[in-house]
């Protein structure tokens, strides 16, 4: 699987390529999880070029979410192709993740807020 | 000699019989006569002894309308009894534009009461008509009749009253108030200067109306008058200064108010919530949205379980930003005995992803609405805590199929294999829609035991389950499931060789190429397409030769997709097989062909194409016709 990280100053992008299954989903998680490690709080993943997804890889969407979560962080997904968005009826995952149909919609909400919480 | 109409004549004389059902019958038909006789009766009648040919006369007159009509009851709003006069002031309002000029008439009416009620009336009807004789009304001698024309004006808000209106409150106390509520309505600029005069007036009524009306105007002009008053007024004048503030942001924005002392502040964005502002009340939750703290979720809280859809919505939206910081007045807000805000509250615990709700969401599972108790289930899946798996696995029993199926969905979420024993149940229950949810949640969950499972159901006595099993094979993906969909394709159910195959086909494992081209040969025509389908989405347009031998098919169906599939991917290998198709007997076939060699840009095909353009079906001979065409000009 190809995996392209973009480092902007609200959230790092990820987009993904290939099949995200058994073979690819610890390089999907430890990339991630890196980049929460380097300070990353919000994340975005782009889905537009995976063609294939299956258990393993909805495993590990689960397990990326409970870490962005870990460090108070925010994880969204976008572009998701027809074929990924069954199995995210399927499995009613599209309850607990965020998903947006474009890259923009995604990037708009982790900048949309402003935070005045200390008043 | 008497000219009446028999039939008016005989309904007039009963509106004076004794008996009320002849009153109300010659009440009902009156209306039909568009005379001022009738229109005088009904009038009459208005001051009825008995109420419901009072109502009756009242409903006649109303869809009678006409300025005749208002022109009687006119007469009436001076009566001294109370219910004609307000039976009067109904049906005119009723009548609407038609009012207008017998309203306008009467607010010369020699009677004090008449003319107030007649503003009154033009104040609701709101026709910019009213205006000149509303303006007029100003100079009356009676102060109720100028407060009644001074609000007629502001709510009819026509700009053409702002200098009359200014004259108002420069020149008669007893409406200066009025006058300047009117004016903010209307809201022109040329009122500013006088607004601001007053907003320090000694009489704080007057001085409450100016501040309010520049908050009504929301302009941003009047932010830098309003704040250098808060230093000097009172607590009222200042609570007054900040809702006018707050309505204005409503509309300007929150820049204007960053420099504002944060307690005082808030204490106006919490007084919004609980006014009569729609605007302003939207704008103190969004802007509470940014805030954190107790007080701030226990306001938010408040205005949940508004009527206005719309502030429930944002404050829906607003807790769920804020909630994790009030996570006991959040938990204490789930004793609620009103199942429609629990579900809100659940809702907005449920984006906080907060384990510390937890057990008390928990605590719902119990709850006797069982709506309540699925968003309670929805609500722990979506938190994601562990510790939830004991109430889930016990929801996952619930008496209601709706709640089972979320807590089943939401183990899926939350769980692990250990949570697979109690999916398997799920599988068995009666509820398609609870069998769906545990079907998913053990794809989701995955693992040698969910695929052991659906390998044993692949032949379950219950033909649903094997189709949910061999789709749930699918949806797992991993290598070792390819076997037991390959064994699948012979199972004698053809809905599960469809599904086996549509699952290898997702799973693009290219070991299924070989079994699903004998597929091709399959006895059940949906399997055959199924077939088709997949070795084109497992080897795109490479699939064709090996496709194109059922287009020897003997169901036309099979034939129609072949054709159809190899033209949208572009299988020019088979375009030789597809020329052939150009002669088949069936019509269907023969327009499918050509726009599939179409599709293809077959320049070879396009003889035979021509050949049946002398076809006898003239959809063949258009279809090959266009095909033709297109194929010539891409050339």
Known sequence: MEINSIINEDYTTFQLEGRLDLNSSSEVKQRVKGSLDDGAINVILDLSNVEFINSSGLGTLVSILKDVRMVQGKLVLCCLAQYVQEIFEITQLSHIFEIFQSEEEAAASMVGGYVNASK | MNTKDPYLQSLLEKLDSTDTCEREH??????????????????????????????????????????????ILTCLLGSEDIVTRNLAAEILYKIGDDSVSALLRSLT????????????????????????????????????????????????????????????????????????????????????????????????????????????????EAVPRLKSKLDTADGATRDMIYNALIKIASKSGRSILEDLPVSQFRSCLFRSLEGDDKNSCLFAIRELAHWQGEDVVSHLLSVLDSDDEDVRTASIEALRQNAVSAVNVISDALESNSPRFLIDVLD???????????????????????????????????????????????LATDEIGHVRAVALKALGWVGDESEVDQLILGLDDPYPDVQEAAMGAMVL?????????????????????????????GWIGEEQVIGPLISALEHPEWEVRRGAIESLARIANQKAIEPIEHALD??????????????????????????????????????????????????????????????????????????????????????????????????????????????????
């Open chain 2, 109 to 220: 009416d020699s009677d004090k009461d008449t003319r107030k009620f007649s503003a009154d009336i033009l104040s609701l009807i709101g026709s910019r008509e009213a205006v000149p004789g509303l303006i007029d009304a100003l100079q009356d001698d009676s102060g109720n009749v100028v407060c009644s024309a001074v609000e007629a004006l502001g709510n009819i808000a026509d700009p053409d009253a702002v200098s009359a209106l200014i004259s108002v409150i420069e020149t008669n106390e007893s409406a200066k108030a009025q006058a300047a509520e009117a004016l903010g309505k209307i809201g022109d600029r040329e009122a500013f200067d006088v607004l601001v005069k007053n907003i320090s007036h000694e009489d704080c009524v007057i001085r409450f109306a100016a501040i309010e009306a520049l908050g009504n105007m929301q302009s941003a």
């Open chain 2, 26 to 71: 010659a009440c009902l038909h009156l209306r039909e006569y568009a005379v001022d006789e009738a229109r005088a009766a009904l009038a009459a009648c208005l001051e009825d002894p008995d109420k419901g040919i009072r109502e009756l006369a009242a409903e006649s007159l109303s869809s009678m309308k006409g300025h005749e009509t208002a022109s």
């Open chain 2, 522 to 635: 399959d006895g059940e025509q949906q399997v055959r397409k199924a077939a088709v389908d997949g070795l084109v989405a497992l080897q795109g347009k490479d699939a064709g030769n090996q496709i194109a031998r059922l287009l020897d098919d003997p169901d036309v169906w099979v034939r129609f997709h072949v054709i159809n599939v190899l033209g949208s991917v572009g299988a020019v290998s088979a375009t030789e097989s597809l020329v052939q198709m150009l002669n088949d007997e069936n019509d269907i076939i023969r327009v499918a062909t050509a726009k599939a060699l179409s599709l293809l840009g077959a320049k070879q095909a396009v003889p035979w194409l021509r050949a049946i353009l002398s076809d006898d079906n003239p959809d063949v001979v258009d279809a090959a016709s266009k095909a033709v065409e297109e194929i010539e000009r891409s050339s």
């Open chain 2, 348 to 394: 907005t615990i449920s984006y906080t992803n907060n384990a510390g709700f937890a057990r008390h969401v928990g605590s719902l599972s119990e709850h006797e609405d069982p709506e309540v108790r699925e968003a309670a289930a929805r609500t722990l899946g979506k938190i994601g805590d562990r510790g939830s798996i004991g109430i889930l696995t016990k």
């Open chain 2, 445 to 473: 969950i995955g693992g040698q035991r969910v695929i052991e499972r659906f390998r044993e159901d692949l032949v379950h006595p219950n033909s649903r389950r094997q189709r949910l099993a061999v789709l749930a094979l």
